[in-house]
């Protein structure tokens, strides 16, 4: 099993810096209006004009942000630093604060929605670029935007986090993330993309003071600091907001007769949008919401969490094939499974697997982990053009009408899952 994992660690090590990463250094860098193109198709045509999604490059700084602090190497850096500054200069709203949806091609303001998934990923990214380089100004707009959420999206009634709102924080009809989704107030999707952002925020805070530096003040356009200090309250203020969310995850979001996590709710947490179940949020979540409470440090929480990130993680083998590959979604009213082989789906579940064997000791589970890298190896690796395709059918063939890059096709669900299997064994 060791020489198993050290392999595993090895060819993602490569396929991380030089199918992931340096296509996105070779291909999508936008060197006409800045930051990088919105999209390349499946066919590898690059659309230089097509709309740039505050997603994808939250997710392109968050990416090189991890690369440059696991792996050192100054080109991930630069790549990183030109994603932090073009997202400072295009997408914060500097008049009502956030960040815009989605830009044109030049960097002016195309959708100017306020959807707080995207604000989670800026603040993941933010977040991560502190961590792999100390910026001050990096950290100040993370904490701008987590009170943005803390302040416009957290229901103080039923708890929990609403989807979106208008540019300037008012009720918006149509809250959903995509076309893919169902119009409801709340769903499992944001609230762990707002998970995932405040366990990396709260983890950069905490690692700045252990750090032992002094003197931290919110300035917005700060030049990188010599000395950042956290106050003690903004660290219990943001410790709070993820105590809050992992116990939404334990008593709400989870269905506690099935184990699998529900997608869509009204604001008081009535079940919306039938029987659905989403194999793929279902093993990303389990890891990350073991992350949370491993990086919150409460022994009781833990206590709590861990019986349930192997439930869920047990669940979502519902979703999984004999050749370790894991389908996305099914609805259960329908009786329609959406059988296609996503890339972001696969990259999870090799991580969700190895966190299972990892903390639980379960060597059916490096298996399981093992036969998806395979799958991914076989036939998501776009080994000649870079990166990865969309998904993959049960007969084997590859989609390209689906982006290579996109609003949501970018270099963070794979580039994270060799992260996590480098970092997870270092030794």
Known sequence: MVKKVITMKEEMMDVLQHNILSFWMSNMVDTENGGFYGQMTGEGVLMKEAEKGAILNARILWSFSAAYRVLRKPEYLEMATRAKDYIIDHFIDQEYGGVYWALDFKGQPKDTKKQFYAIGFMIYGLSEYVRATGDREALDYALQLYECIEEHSLDHVYNGYIEACTRDWGKI?????????????????????????YTNLYRCLKELREAESCGYVPSIGAVLPTNITVAQQTLDRVEASLR???????????????????LFFENDWTRGAGHLESYGHDIEC????????????????????????????????????????????????????????????????????????????????LEKASRCWDYIKQHLIDYEGGEWWWSCDTEGQINRKDDKAGFWKCPY???????????????
């Open 286 to 365: 389990s890891w990350l919401m073991h992350e949370a409470a491993l990086v919150l440090g409460d022994q009781r929480v833990l206590h709590k969490v861990e019986p349930i990130v192997q439930m869920v993680a047990k669940a979502s083998e519902k979703g999984l094939q004999a050749d370790g590959a894991m389908v996305h979604e099914a609805n259960l009213d329908t009786g329609h499974v959406d059988t296609d082989f996503h890339w972001w789906v696969q990259a999870e579940n090799v991580v969700g697997w190895i966190n299972i064997y990892q903390y639980f000791g379960d060597e059916g589970a």
């Open 173 to 197: 009809a149509d809250m959903r993330l995509s076309e893919l989704d169902a119009n409801y107030p709340k769903s499992q999707n944001t609230h762990l993309h707002i998970i995932e952002p």
């Open 413 to 427: 669900h794979n580039s994270r899952m060799c992260l996590e299997v480098i970092e997870r064994f270092k030794s």
């Open 244 to 262: 809050n969310l992992i116990g939404i995850f334990c008593d709400k979001i989870l269905n506690a007769e099935t184990h699998h996590l529900d």
